[in-house]
């Protein structure tokens, strides 16, 4: 299943993925939304370009922001990195931790957007992610949350077999 598929514009955009390993209740999700629909989106540029981004928020773990556009500049992405550093600072929460893999055990073929955000996200550190795969040949219904994307063309929830190949280098 690819980004693209959840935002309002079906286009191929610059996307950035955070996530919070810990479950994001309605009063942070609140915060974010406010946060960045009123206080920085408006202000959000790329070289004097403005930005129109979209927000998703999915399974209460992942803040999903779509700039709309297929580049962003540098200066827009460290403007991005400090709003969600700060966030995070408010919030008290660590949004930016990309050594814990997020993955499920649903079957998402053929659901809709809203049953895919309620779908049970468990979290994992790498090294534990990797053996539990490399061990255990039980695997073949675990799907992992792409956090790796970077546009909304790309794959974001994908078989195991799929991340492993892209991740994954055996020794």
């Not at 989106?41 to 981004?53: A, D, R, V």
């Not at 400090?82 to 079957?107: G, H, M, W, Y």
């Not at 078989?159 to 020794?171: A, F, G, I, M, Q």
Request: proline share 3%.
């Amino acid at each position: 299943m690819k980004l693209v598929n959840f935002f309002s514009k079906h286009n191929l955009s610059r996307v950035f993925v955070f996530q919070s390993i810990g479950k994001l209740n309605i009063n942070h999700i609140e915060y974010i939304k406010n946060h960045f629909n009123n206080e920085f989106f408006p202000t959000w540029y790329s070289h004097q370009k403005k930005i129109f981004p979209d927000l998703v928020i999915l399974n209460s773990h992942f803040i999903i922001i779509s700039t709309n556009s297929p580049s962003i500049s540098g200066c827009g992405i460290d403007a991005l990195t400090r709003e969600i550093k700060k966030i995070a600072l408010d919030l008290d929460v660590d949004l930016l931790n990309r050594f814990q893999i997020p993955f499920c055990s649903t079957d998402i073929e053929n659901k809709s957007m809203l049953e895919i955000d309620k779908i049970d996200v468990k979290f994992l550190p790498y090294s534990d992610f990797i053996k539990q795969i490399t061990i255990s040949n039980k695997y073949n219904n675990i799907l992992v949350f792409n956090i790796n994307i970077t546009n909304t063309d790309q794959v974001w929830i994908m078989s195991v077999d799929h991340w492993k190949k892209l991740y994954y280098k055996e020794k």
